[in-house]
């Protein structure tokens, strides 16, 4: 972690240098900033056993996560834009980011080791094709150039992405970095979505959008191994491809109702043949869970379906609601051991108490596994998340809150607390308090 301030500076130096030749400005240019530091601990609590994958009952303080990330976006053609993310990271989370299925820090699944690592998160193109005359303008943001596109379009985006920039997205729930933390309220827990360890994959995306309703595909690439950092380009033997169904109204007030599936194909094997091949004495399939292995065996299925709502209550309250399932058998392969997961909440500016720029959110998620999942635990063995040893099986429960404060025009504050009952759906440990605070920087 020596090496951060450095690598830190160097890319806010780039920044600002781009900033001062004007070319944020420039109609053509887009370029936006984000450093985010997440300091997390937790109180010790009562455990009866633990093993290789639980989180640690005893007290756990100044666990610290980094991420910086340049955004950078250049028109080309007609209606089309390339985006660049050079982006540093580094830290820890709390237990090594295991021992909870809903792990309580979204940002740390970007981080691939500890020492702060320089890399390319996004490089894509998009273009967008018109259905019709109507036209809509869209302002300059974070990979997004000031432009104006067509209402009825079909949008193709091909490059190295994050498949959630574009999935299971919600206005009130979605982003670790001025949200919740907690990664199954950033998402649908039950969504193995595919990515490398630190979120991202590579492939192609394409939405047909109109005003009121949009549908979206993608096929994309799985990781080698399971949580691996490298992407696996036997695209006939492995991929993921993902549909999503989005109706949204803007009657009284805005809201939205998304309908997701997803088809994963990896090296990933059933958690029910791993049991029987371990009581027949082989166990060599069984370092798979935890991506410590080259595994060479395709045709490992996983799918599932998603829900996603929201709605606006008022200029300065909202509401969601998520709820998401997959078949439970195959191992989960790059997100988080969840095959079944409901979670709700709500968000409220800070306008009564004249702190509009303020927000404050409540949210509670249950989190479930499937009979296989469970016997597969319960026998000893680990996935790349949970694993105790053993296990006393029970919903995952977990109550999130967090007040964010906006303390200068570009500098966020955020304390957050979780309560987590049953951590990684087991009943003879936990509950488990987990609090922290955010610093988030933008422009």
């Known amino acids: 972690m020596k090496q951060f301030p450095l690598l830190l500076f160097t ?9 001062q030749q004007g070319l944020d400005s420039n109609k053509h240019w887009t370029f936006h900033f984000q450093l985010t530091a997440i300091n997390q601990s937790h109180t010790a609590f009562n455990a009866k056993y633990s093993g290789y994958n639980s989180l640690l009952n005893t007290e756990e303080h100044q666990k610290l996560s980094l991420t910086s990330t340049l955004f950078a976006g250049r028109k080309l053609w007609h209606n089309a834009a390339i985006y660049l993310n050079p982006e540093i990271t580094g830290g820890a989370g709390i237990s090594g980011a ?19 690592k320089l890399y390319i998160a996004r490089a894509y193109i998009r273009q967008h094709i018109a259905l019709g005359n109507s036209v809509e303008k869209i302002e300059a943001g974070t990979n997004q150039v000031a432009e104006i596109i067509p209402a009825n379009r079909i949008t193709i985006t091909a490059g190295k992405i994050c498949l959630a920039d574009f999935f299971d997205k919600n206005n009130y729930s979605h982003d670790p970095r001025t949200q919740f933390l907690n990664w199954s309220l950033m998402s649908n827990g039950a969504w193995d979505y595919p990515a490398d360890t630190r979120g991202y994959t590579q492939g192609i995306v394409a939405e047909w959008i109109q005003p009121g309703w949009a549908v979206r595909v993608s096929s994309v690439l799985e990781p080698k191994k399971a949580n691996g950092l490298q992407l696996d380009y036997k695209v006939t033997k492995a991929h993921a491809e993902t549909i999503e169904l989005e109706k949204n109204w803007t009657a009284k007030q805005p809201g939205a109702v998304r309908l997701l599936f997803f088809h994963n194909l990896s090296q990933a094997p059933t958690y029910r043949t791993t049991i029987n091949e371990v009581k027949n004495g082989d166990s060599s399939g069984v370092d798979v869970y935890t991506g410590g292995k080259e595994w060479k065996k395709y045709g490992g299925l996983k799918y599932g379906i998603a829900i996603n709502a929201e709605q606006q209550l008022s200029t300065t309250a909202g509401v969601f609601f998520r709820a998401s399932y997959n078949d439970g058998k195959t191992a989960t392969w790059a997100f988080t051991e969840i ?42 063995l680990y996935g790349f998340i949970i694993g105790d040893g053993k296990l006393n099986y029970g919903a995952e429960s977990i109550t999130e809150f967090y007040y964010q404060a906006k303390i200068t025009s570009s500098f966020f504050l955020t304390f957050d607390y979780q309560f987590v009952i049953n951590p990684a759906y087991n009943k003879d440990r936990g509950p488990v308090n987990v609090f922290a605070f955010r610093g988030h920087i933008s422009f």
């Open 11 to 19: 890319l806010l130096c780039c920044f600002n240098t781009l900033a």
């Open 98 to 116: 295991k021992g909870i299925a809903g792990f309580t820090n979204g940002e740390i699944f970007r981080i691939g080791s500890a020492e702060p």
């Open 339 to 380: 095959d079944q997961s409901v979670s709700a909440g709500i968000n409220m500016l800070g306008s009564k108490w004249k702190r509009p720029d303020d927000n404050i959110g409540l949210a509670q998620v249950f989190n479930g596994i499937s009979k296989d999942h469970q016997d597969f635990l319960n026998a000893g």
